[in-house]
């Protein structure tokens, strides 16, 4: 239940009117002067999404709070001003960003932008200044009136001192005796809540008379910390060195206090309007108390918060740097524990500490999907100097993995770079180094830069042969070869990575391996000792809760057998590389069922984002199944598009295998549209398969084309496509027109559409509702069209729709 907001009534109409009006209103006022309590009144029966921006200090940490309130999430390559205008487009609510610190964050051109790219996203901020741009309306906020000299001793200042003395149990105020001494410290206030609320405390406490007549906020709070008892005065002054809401564990060790000790001391200043606390339990202070219990904190006060913050991270991270879980308790703490961290690794002394703690805490962040956490706080560590070899090696490569799988797949490689800096110092460089090789050929293979991911898999080999990394590298060597179609190396390399003897804490290495091994029994056709042993893989890595590789294969068996009951899992929690295969299956699923829209809109999603991450294998199978939805849909034009990009990239980064469902799936079009080349396509799909002895499976059983007796031999060369071959077969595709070019002409067919339908007026997420696509991909589109005909904006896009369709109707 909201609190009274007494004598706001003007200014709450002015909002609601201001609401009515116009998508941006900043609420501007001095501190103390009620403005988050006005906003909340006047949007109680209002869909609301509150972003606490008193801490907020950048303008991505704006945004990241924002997307996180409103459960929006960032694909790689994503721009972070792109997910929010999509989050809150179409959406009927209101983003309150409170407390936001316009000046230092420079918010208002980013908030400008995201109300021009929207059609309906309506923004409230409370701030101590306004932004000055074109779509923003204020409404300011001034103190409560107080009553003078000669007008009674009445109004909402009178009535909210009296409520907070009656609240903090004091003796009840005759207003006629007491009329001095209220009128006094009432003007003292100034008329700001927050400031009457303080001094009534203080009444309350000590009685009318002897309570301090505050000037300001500064010298409530002075008077305030001037009642507490020591232990009470000294949390206030550490806890306002606290930029952030802590946990009771985190508050003990920075009062150095037992937990009940330190709940008493809190639930005092919490009386006295001095300390708040959060919905989650958190306890936490109103910008203008923390900022003069900072100022009033004294250097053992520092001292203590600093070592008790760093001793709490200690205690709590893991104790190996290979355990850790989503569930851990310090993760609702993670404010605390980041600023732990980066206080230990800035200074040389405490510097180990901190790389060892950010070390440890990696494989919770990780496990828990955090990897925006996980690599600031990992490349912040760096940043700050070099600690230990080892330890920083290690850090720096998993900060590369965090990279590159939040902001795409590339990403981390300069962190990658950064590892073997470290390695050069460390007792054993080799093992380093080959560490580092082994993560980097990780990367290359989920890029499908398939050359780049075996070499330096074997230069993992090459320095440490017989290093802990030798089982992981050749895993990778496998699954290159696998995705390859070198099968009998596959095999070979995949045994070669199962352990001679059990080791549980590589389990998940030996899982991997035997997958690759199913997968390739897929493609050679023996479908039974390919579900047997995927089925095993699953059921054991259940036993083992490796969640990850577990579902890897549970994904490839939901393809094989429909009987197979998967356990449900949240996508929007897995990492990109899990959850864009299971995706892309739930698009199978969905086209089995005949469901082809839906399955061509999520294939399209997938498509998006494996480009956007350069996730290479997974951009290949999603344009598969987007083929496949669009031949079934009637739309061969962009089945024709989708199908010879996939044939590209399949080319580049040799796949033969996928390149000859591809070229089934040609086939298909090719027949339909009654070309002459259709069984040639197919002939060339054999071509690839048969020297791999791989058969047809999947998509490619769907096109019963029978194939030519050869290949057209400018296609092929030895057991793969020719140099030629995809500009060969886009021809056979691409007739010449007599339609004058168009500079629109170098669009995709999708790509075409969303320029069409932005040149209608339509938002991101009507297009995506139109085509049946997710507004992120209609954005990605976006950002495709923008490059390649070198505009920036929606309406420079829409003049040039508008006037290549006029001079083409005209010509």
Not at 464 to 471: F, K, Q, V
Not at 762 to 789: C, G, M, N, Q
Request: aromatic share 4%; hydrophobic share 45%.
């Amino acid at each position: 239940m909201l609190s009274p907001c007494l004598g706001r009534d003007d200014v709450q109409r002015a909002l609601g009117a201001a609401l009515a009006e116009s998508r941006w209103v900043t609420v501007v006022g001095p501190p103390g002067s009620g403005k988050t309590l006005i906003v909340r009144h006047v949007a109680a029966d209002t869909e609301t999404w509150w972003v606490d921006a008193r801490t907020l200090r950048s303008l991505d940490d704006v945004l990241v709070a924002a997307l996180q309130c409103l459960d929006a999430e960032t694909a790689p390559g994503d721009s972070l001003v792109g997910a929010l205008g999509r989050a809150v487009d179409g959406r009927a609510c209101l983003l309150v960003l409170d407390g936001l610190d316009l000046d230092a964050t420079d918010a208002g051109p980013m908030l400008q932008a995201v109300l021009e790219s929207t059609s309906d996203a309506r923004v409230v901020v409370t701030a101590l200044t306004t932004a000055g741009q074109p779509h923003e309306s204020v409404v300011r906020v001034g103190p409560l009136p107080v009553p003078s000299h000669r007008s009674p001793l009445e109004g909402p200042a009178v009535e909210l001192f009296l409520r907070r003395v009656r609240s903090a149990g004091g003796q009840p105020v005759d207003l006629d005796a007491q009329a001095h001494e209220v009128r006094r410290l009432l003007r003292a206030t100034g008329g700001l809540p927050l400031l009457i609320e303080q001094v009534a405390v203080q009444s309350a406490l000590v009685g009318l008379s002897n309570a301090m007549s505050s000037a300001s906020l500064d010298e409530a709070v002075d008077s305030a910390h001037d009642l507490l008892d020591d232990d009470s005065a000294t949390a206030l002054r550490r806890i306002g060195l606290l930029g952030f809401p802590v946990g009771l564990g985190v508050l003990a060790r920075v009062l150095d206090e037992s937990s009940a000790r330190a709940a008493d001391l809190a639930g005092n200043l919490v009386r006295r309007s001095l300390l708040e606390v959060d919905p989650r339990g958190r306890f936490d202070m109103l910008s203008p108390i923390r900022g003069r219990a900072r100022a009033i904190a004294r250097p053992h006060d520092v001292a203590a918060v600093e070592s008790g913050l760093i001793g709490w991270a200690d205690d709590n991270a893991p104790a190996h740097d290979n355990y850790g879980a989503a569930d851990a308790d310090w993760l609702k703490d993670l404010p605390a524990m980041r600023h732990a961290v980066l206080t230990a690794c800035e200074k040389p002394e405490t510097r180990a500490e901190g790389y060892s703690v950010a070390n440890r805490i990696f494989s919770s962040l990780y496990t828990s999907m955090r990897a925006r956490d996980a690599v600031e706080i990992l490349e912040a560590a760096l940043s700050s100097g070099d600690g230990p070899p080892a330890i920083g090696a290690q850090i720096a490569r998993r900060a590369g993995i965090a990279a590159s799988e939040m902001r795409g797949t590339y990403e981390g490689l300069w962190l990658l770079d950064r590892a073997d800096e470290h390695a050069s110092s460390a007792p054993s460089p080799e093992e380093q180094l080959a560490k580092t090789a082994s993560i980097r050929a990780e990367m290359h293979l989920d890029a499908g830069e398939m050359e780049l991911a075996e070499r330096e898999a074997r230069r993992a080999l090459d320095l440490d042969p017989e290093g802990s990394i030798r089982r992981q590298a050749t895993r990778t060597l496998a699954d290159v070869y696998t995705s390859q179609g070198r099968f009998a190396e596959a095999a070979q390399a995949a045994g070669d990575a199962l352990p001679a003897r059990m080791s549980r804490d590589e389990r998940w290495i030996d899982l991997s391996a035997r997958t690759l091994l199913a997968r390739i029994a897929l493609e050679q056709g023996r479908v039974a000792e390919a579900v047997a042993g995927t089925r095993a893989v699953v059921l054991e890595a259940r036993e083992l809760a490796e969640d990850r590789v577990g579902l890897l294969a549970e994904t490839l068996l939901r393809g094989l057998d429909p009987t197979w009951e998967p356990l449900e899992v949240d996508r929007q929690s897995l990492p990109w590389a899990v959850r864009l295969p299971v995706l892309t299956q739930d698009g199978r699923d969905l086209l089995v069922r005949g469901e082809l829209r839906q399955a061509a809109g999520l294939a399209a999603d997938v498509v998006a984002l494996a480009d956007s991450a350069r996730l290479g294998r997974d951009s290949v199978e999603a344009r598969l199944l987007l083929g496949r939805a669009l031949v079934g849909l009637g739309d061969l034009d962009q089945a024709t598009t989708t199908y010879l990009t996939a044939l590209d990239h399949c080319r580049t980064m040799r796949l033969p295998l996928r390149a000859a469902d591809v070229l089934d799936g040609l086939a298909g079009v090719a027949r339909a549209r009654q070309l002459p080349e259709t069984r040639s396509l197919a002939a060339a799909a054999a071509a690839l398969r048969t020297p791999r002895m791989a058969v047809r499976w999947g998509y490619a059983a769907d096109y019963d084309v029978v194939p030519a007796s050869r290949a057209p031999e400018a296609w092929i060369h030895g057991e793969d496509l020719s140099a030629d071959a995809v500009t060969l077969i886009s021809a056979v595709f691409n007739r010449p027109t007599s339609e004058p070019p168009s500079v629109l002409d170098q669009l995709t067919a999708a790509e075409r559409l969303v320029a069409e339908r932005v040149a209608q007026g339509l938002t991101s997420r009507a297009i995506a509702e139109e085509l049946f696509v997710s507004p992120r991909t209609v954005d990605a589109h976006l950002t495709h069209i923008y490059r390649k005909l070198d505009i920036n904006t929606r309406a420079r896009l829409a003049g040039l729709v508008t006037e290549q369709t006029h001079g083409r109707a005209h010509a």
